[in-house]
């Protein structure tokens, strides 16, 4: 995919939408401001907002706020996803359609509630007096058209806040407003709805269930994966920034972590892992599937093999990303698992429910990126099954929360509920996520085995308990988080955050030598002890990530731990320039393949990419090695 623009669209989009949310903020808190007389209730709340968080974050929490649902609401216009274009003009028009319908008596009773609707009616009339109409009444259709799909995408679309409606960017309709540079950027092309790139797949009427949209390879990476490059691109400044004060010996700050690790990972890199991981297991089980056809980096084993995970069905298998970012690994194995479904025999119309209810699991300390991670599986989603919105499903994406119990307030809740359930190892896991925007996947809960706990304690009731009622929440929040945790993984992939000990934060540093000795000189390196951690035995491990571990004495006890624990099934040496994101020799970096289990005299293949010059020139290098 061509990102130059895409760079250029995400940076000037940050920037732009900042700058327009704050000054919107110096508005509307002028002392005499027009927001204050009509909306008391929205300034309270976010006066109470920016006592609690500096000034600088609440604006900066709300301007992305807004280009997330922007990008949404156009990928989900130009492949038919919304009944109508939102952000996008209908063909040959210029002003959204959403708009232009309104303009002619038409406004979607299921998304417009009546109220709203009589006040946009009574706009576009010059019934009510206004500055702008026009403007005023497109935003309070998409303020309508957001609260409607948080029935389907709750995290993404949250119900508006007064106070963040109040900041909306003002300029939408102009040809420099930032929903024509996302109009212009965001193209068929590039979010995969090019008129070749999609076509309708069904023998039945138009509304069946059974109709679904079929995607081709270069649709599925110049799809959904678009959202992954503008999250990237989005905070790429911002981690420039956090890199600039690192060598000034400011280390990186919990909030500041994502924004320094974030990095999208290659396609073709992602399918070297996910095809030699998950296709791995599906062929061990099935040595007959046809699946194999479409895996263009599976490297076959030299030898049969008998010692591997037996799955009867594709519902058993559980793949987890633990730093799964904007989803990239987990779209394309949604991919390779909707081929396992159909070739099993499945109904269609039921294949994109069962996996994301069965299959896919992600967890993510960075809120955005674990929103779009949950998007992008709803699109893919979607892009398979027509009326996919109607159903309740939300994906297995768990984004880490900090999660602090106040001395008595743990004794008072288990005094009530009955202490006999919680025992140590429990109260301790309980208490193991008071930094988790820190320390992340990382942690290892004292119990991993909490689905029965987490069921008795559904079901308890303690609605006439007011002061217990949120501490129940957070002992839930704990229990779910846990089992996310939890060593019950078939397959674990992962492109894991970059960080030396140079650059994390003093608490953060001495956590990981207590809890990491033999690979706390990078997170990655901890990431590579944690994923085998959360997979069962002889589950699969794939991995990309700095070859340093491979060579520097400060990793030998790694080393030592893997050669005994563990098994290199497969191994892509990338070296230097397979980023093409990143210049030059600053990343180098391996692709692997472990099995959590050690086989003696395996021999795993290796193939050597670090003499290319380009992710183009390592990909067909691959290519080559395998056939």
Not at 226 to 249: A, H, P, R, T
Not at 266 to 277: D, K
Not at 310 to 321: L, M, R, S, V
Not at 577 to 592: C, L
């Amino acid at each position: 995919m061509e990102t130059a623009k895409l760079k250029k669209f995400a940076q000037f989009a940050r920037r732009s939408l900042i700058e327009q949310v704050s000054a919107k903020l110096n508005l509307v808190l002028a002392e005499e401001s027009a927001a204050r007389r009509e909306q008391p209730k929205a300034i309270a709340e976010l006066e109470k907002q920016l006592q609690e968080h500096e000034r600088e974050q609440v604006v900066e929490r709300i301007a992305y706020t807004w280009f997330n649902r922007f990008c949404a609401l156009r990928f989900m216009d130009l492949n038919r996803y919304t009944r109508i274009g939102v952000v996008s003009p209908a063909e040959g028009q210029f002003q959204p359609e959403i708009l232009a319908e309104a303009k002619m008596g038409h406004i979607d009773e299921e998304m417009v509630p009546e109220k709203i609707r009589q006040q946009i009616f009574a706009l576009l009339a010059g019934t009510v007096p206004s500055r702008d109409p026009q403007a005023e009444a497109y935003r309070l259709l998409v303020v309508a058209a957001c609260n409607d799909y948080h029935r389907v995408m709750p995290y993404l679309f949250e119900r508006i806040a007064d106070f963040t409606e109040l900041l909306m960017p003002e300029d939408l309709l102009s040809g420099n407003s930032i929903l024509a540079y996302t109009r212009e950027t965001m193209t068929p092309d590039v979010c995969g709805a090019g008129s070749n790139q999609l076509s309708v797949i069904s023998n039945q009427q138009e509304n069946s269930d059974n109709c679904w949209l079929k995607a081709d390879s270069a649709a599925a990476e110049g799809g959904v994966e678009v959202i992954g490059w503008l999250y990237q691109f989005y905070i790429s400044e911002k981690k420039d920034k956090v890199f600039g004060d690192l060598k000034k010996n400011k280390k990186i700050t919990p909030e500041n972590i994502p924004a320094a690790t974030q990095l999208f990972t290659p396609h073709w890199i992602v399918r070297y892992l996910v095809e030699n991981s998950i296709g791995r297991l599906w062929m061990l089980n099935r040595p007959n599937s046809k699946l194999i056809e479409q895996m263009e980096y599976y490297i076959k084993p030299d030898q049969p093999e008998s010692d591997f995970l037996h799955i009867t069905k594709p519902e058993e298998i559980k793949i987890c990303d633990p730093a799964c970012g904007s989803g990239h690994m987990l779209t394309y194995a949604f991919d390779l698992f909707y081929t396992i479904y159909e070739e099993e025999g499945y109904e269609p119309s039921e294949i994109p429910e069962k996996i994301l209810t069965h299959n896919l699991y992600g967890i993510e300390i960075d809120e955005r990126a674990g929103e779009l991670a949950a998007f992008a599986l709803t699109m893919k989603a979607r892009a398979r099954q027509r009326r996919f919105f109607r159903k309740p499903i939300q994906p297995n994406i768990c984004v880490l929360q900090n999660i602090q119990f106040d001395d008595s307030e743990l004794k008072n809740y288990m005094d009530f509920i009955g202490r006999d359930l919680f025992t140590a190892p429990l109260q301790i896991t309980l208490q193991q996520f008071e930094e988790a925007d820190n320390f992340g996947s990382l942690i290892r809960p004292a119990v991993t085995d909490v689905a029965a706990m987490l069921k008795i304690l559904e079901e308890k009731s303690v609605s006439g308990q007011l002061f217990l009622g949120q501490t129940h929440q957070k002992v839930l929040q704990a229990l779910q988080q846990a089992d996310y945790l939890s060593p019950k993984y078939h397959v674990v992939i992962a492109n894991p955050p970059y960080m030396g000990g140079k650059g994390m934060n003093p608490r953060l540093g001495a956590w990981v030598k207590e809890n990491y000795p033999d690979s706390k000189s990078d997170l990655f390196a901890m990431f590579i002890e944690r994923n085998l951690d959360l997979a069962q035995k002889h589950g699969a491990v794939g991995m990309i990530t700095m070859q340093s571990w491979m060579f520097l004495s400060s990793f030998e006890k790694l080393r030592e731990k893997l050669l005994d624990n563990a098994t290199i099934l497969s191994m892509a040496h990338i070296g230097a320039r397979g980023f093409d994101s990143i210049g030059g020799e600053v990343v180098s970096t391996t692709a692997f393949v472990l099995e959590n289990g050690y086989i003696p005299d395996y021999k795993g293949a290796f193939v050597r990419l670090v003499d290319g010059k380009s992710e183009a020139e390592k990909e067909r290098m691959l290519k080559e090695a395998i056939q």
